[in-house]
């Protein structure tokens, strides 16, 4: 059988949430070898933060099918990820009980004000960073007291495995893309925090032997970290289509980068608000400071030092609904 005839059926059953994007040609990032489309992951939806969408595609469907009434996520007060999957969650009639990194002290701005309108204050537990280490544990035990439901534990980032034919239908989404353009990329840009948008893009990538690079940047986690990450998930993609994947093919189409500004995850600086301004401007999209705008201004970089020549597809995953808890440095950008 055809081989993404047989990736589409092995992926399924997804939920109807739209995915299908669209790529369209950049005005600013070309250089004389090289032409530059965006895909549009940011038009995926308004509340949900763009590429995220398709981790729930098959995420969701899990936890009903699974009689899942009571969830527990992990990760950053203004996390993208809890933002986004609550809403779905509490769709679905399935309780979110989030386990935050921080303290009531945290001020009600941004993603976190967000997820206070959707999630009340009794379901909200505070870990300190000095816990946070062992907050699987905590959340676990916690699970555990709540004996009468069918709980399910929800990594950082929804990083776990029935995300990952979800996350597949970026890979077919772009060949759909390229299809209609009549073109092929050569290099993929790509962000990742957990990795597992990335991870999924490449590994059926490399199944259907499409000769592209993917240039990841990482942004929350270490290069180690993220091989970890693939090694594991490779093993998922393997058992959903009965076939073993040939790893040298795999690594030898990767490269990683870190950011060259505002390196630390979460953080930001006046250049990302001159990149999101800029890219406002020039191109009619928005950035936002976590994720895609500091994509946008490694891509750039990267290009130059080496000399990259054909087609490439930088993937926008979206993330804008964060600009909100960031007023006062976009006003900078306007009034200086
Ligand atoms: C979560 C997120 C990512 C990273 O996705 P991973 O699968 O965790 O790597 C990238 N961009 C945006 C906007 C996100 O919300």
Redesign the pocket.
Known sequence: MDKIKKLTQVIQPLVDYPYHTRVHKLKTFNTSTLDCYVKRDDELSFGV????LR?YLSLIPYLLNNKIDTTILMGSSHS??IL?LSQLLIENAIEPHLFLLGDKSHSLKGNLLLTRLFVPEKNIHWISRQEWPSVEAIAQDYGRRLSEKHTYLIAE?A?VLPALPG?LTLALDILQNEQLIAKQFDHIFI????????IATILAFSWLRRDVLAHVLL??EEEASFLQRLESFKLGFEKLIGEKLAMDFLIGRIRFYRPTKAKAFGSTNPTIFKTISRIAQQEGFLT?P???AKLFIEVPIIIEKQKLSGKALIIH???GLSLMGFQQQLIKQIIS
Do not use: F
């Open positions: 933060s763009g590429s995220k981790k993208n990820n986004s980032g990083s996350a962000d990742a925090g957990t990795g597992l948008i990335a942004l929350a936002d976590i994720y895609s995953s979206g993330g």
